[in-house]
């Protein structure tokens, strides 16, 4: 059986030595009471919640699934919907909500670390609150008064939840061809019609009603993207007094049979003249929905994360504890028949591997939930605008750098394993499996990786980057003239220099075949994940040579991973900038017939 033990030294270390977010929270006025010993307290508890109820489930509901009864009904796995009662009766998901609707009003932050506790406990069961807060974030941002009204106190409270309705059978990002419809009634309402697929959470029996967001078009609607309205559809009309009507007409045709997190209702969601309401303005429903996709690609982040640290647990517990053969260098433990695996070289490889990827992805979403709560609070705009242009910036990166990695470690953690790792007692396989639909869904990864080169990066001639760019760049200058810190500062500015040196010449390229964009994103974004790991592993490699004298072995221990990160896993970007200077001649040269 896996085991999991919130790793609160760490989510410490990261929030208060490394990010200092109390000096943060101090010059947001909304934040200005949040001290170091409420966020403590708050991540202790919800680090009990992750492991005491959510985790105990994770197998049941890879084991059992969700099944769907005869009347488009469906059922979760045993112990979810108690489990989500003791989290709504908890308070988490009002956590970081607006107190005008019922929320505690703390920290995006927090809300960080609850999701990333969640994941590694029960992706499954965690994507069914995770959805909802994004429809509320959508809804809070967009919805007309009646509609925050009407729903968002019910979904703050976690009574209701929430999901994003997008996908249709014949087309997945593409979302200008979508074909579902929207018709207004005579009331002012909406009669929506069209099927959508691989609706996460699209129907169970965990609340009492379920807000659909759903993407359609007006009669009079443009071609394309442009042409695309938001609706709320709920799957229970709601009165105007807030008490819930007749069912509506929206319900599950099926469940989809999926490889991994199979205690999460995956639907087809069938809307035959469904009443909903329009959210903002006709023919604008894309971008409303973004607040919605973008809080979903750092919730994949988080996903992605749990998993990488739960595997991690799991696989040093397991190398510890494996007799098998003896040490390359002679016997370690010669009292036994063999010697534990973790003596082994390539062992430690791939939980360093594992170690690595989950200390670089916390201090990085941290980072970032961090600087949008600063988005959203900061008393001077100027400050806003930087940090919202980070957060652009880099949520592509927080998806699929992330997840890429996730996979990369929990593949590793199988391997460590070894033929236990093959057999779902151990849970290993497990994790390799949910973790693989991370680098697929809210953008697959190669469409993040266009984004961030093609949108983020080119699309404003390298502005948000370079701001990226400024910040390495002055912890480069304060920490260069140190000594011991030239095994970090040394390949960390020649990474920075070899990232703005390719994104000129891919720039340069891209002027005359657009091609070289697709041909380049994907190790470009690798590539930039890697400088951002790169100064989070230097500026943590300094917190812990300045506390080389302290009795507390966490700091050894960190100083360890950053150099392991910077001798094994940071030579990957040779590799990917001669890939992304290869350009697409290679690619596009062979006539689509020959394939």
Not at 147 to 166: A, E, I, P
């Amino acid at each position: 059986m896996p085991k999991y033990t919130p790793p609160l030294r760490d989510i410490h270390f990261v929030i208060h030595e490394l990010l200092s977010a109390e000096k943060i929270f101090a010059s947001l006025p909304a934040y200005k009471e949040v001290d170091k010993e409420t966020l403590n307290q708050i991540i202790e508890e919800a680090g009990k919640f992750a492991s005491e109820i959510a985790f105990p489930l994770n197998q049941v509901g890879d084991k059992e699934g969700c099944v769907r009864r005869d009347d488009g009904s469906v059922s979760t796995p045993a112990g979810f919907k108690e489990a989500y009662a003791q989290y709504v009766e908890g308070g988490w998901p009002s956590l970081s909500c607006d107190p005008e609707y019922g929320g505690q009003g703390l920290p995006q932050l927090l809300n960080t670390v609850l999701y990333e506790m969640l994941n590694s406990a029960n992706q499954a069961w965690a994507m069914y609150p995770g959805l909802s807060h994004g429809a509320y974030e959508c809804l809070h941002a967009h919805g007309t008064p009646e509609q925050k009204k009407l729903y968002l106190d019910k979904l703050v409270s976690g009574l209701w939840t929430g999901t994003m309705c997008l996908t249709e059978p014949h087309c997945g990002t593409d979302l200008g061809m979508l074909r579902t419809t929207a018709h207004a009634t005579s009331d002012g309402a909406y009669s929506v019609t069209g099927t959508k697929i691989f609706i996460s959470s699209g129907e169970h029996d965990l609340s009492e009603n379920i807000i659909h967001l759903v993407l359609a078009r007006l009669p009079d609607s443009p071609k394309g993207t442009k042409g695309i309205s938001l609706f709320a559809v709920p799957k229970f009309l709601v009165n105007p007094d807030g008490s819930l009507g007749e069912r509506n007409r929206v319900s599950c045709g099926s469940l989809e049979h999926k490889m991994g997190i199979h205690g999460n209702a995956t639907c087809v969601m069938n809307f035959d003249g469904a009443l909903g309401s329009l959210v903002g303005e006709p023919h604008k429903g894309l971008s409303a929905m973004f607040v919605m996709m973008n809080a979903a690609r750092l919730g994949v982040g988080m996903q992605s994360l749990g998993l990488t640290e739960v595997a991690y647990q799991n696989s040093v517990a397991y190398a510890k504890d494996r007799l098998q053969m003896r040490s390359l260098t002679g016997p370690k433990e010669p009292d036994k028949a063999a010697d534990p695996i973790i003596v082994h070289p390539d062992v430690r490889r791939m939980l360093l591997t594992q170690r690595a990827y989950s200390e670089g992805a916390r201090a990085f979403a941290y980072w970032v939930a961090l600087m949008i709560d600063t988005e959203l609070n900061h008393p001077d705009d100027d400050v806003r605008k930087d940090t919202a242009d980070m957060v652009t910036l880099l949520t592509p990166i927080v998806k699929a750098f992330l997840t890429d990695n996730a996979f990369t470690a929990t593949n590793e953690g199988l391997q460590v394993f070894g033929g236990h790792g093959y057999i779902a007692e151990w849970g290993m396989e497990q994790y390799v499996r949910d973790a693989r639909i991370t680098m697929i869904y809210e953008g697959t990864n190669t469409i993040q990786s266009l984004d961030l080169l093609g949108r983020k990066v080119l699309g404003d001639m390298g502005q948000k980057l370079r701001k990226f760019g400024k910040i390495v760049e002055a912890f480069i200058e304060d920490e260069g003239v140190r000594k011991d810190m030239q095994e970090f500062i040394d390949p960390l500015a020649d990474l920075a220099s070899k990232v703005e040196k390719l994104t000129k010449e891919i720039g340069m390229k891209a002027m005359m075949n657009h091609d070289e964009v697709g041909a380049a994103a994907v190790p470009y974004l690798r590539l930039v994940g890697h400088l951002v790991y790169a100064y989070f592993f230097a500026r943590m490699a300094k917190i812990a040579l300045t506390n080389k004298a302290s009795p507390d072995s966490f700091y050894q221990a960190k100083l360890f991973t950053a150099r392991f990160y910077f001798a094994k896993l940071l030579p990957e970007t040779a590799q990917l900038i001669r890939a992304a200077s290869a350009g697409s001649k290679t690619l596009m040269a062979m006539p689509a017939d020959l394939f």
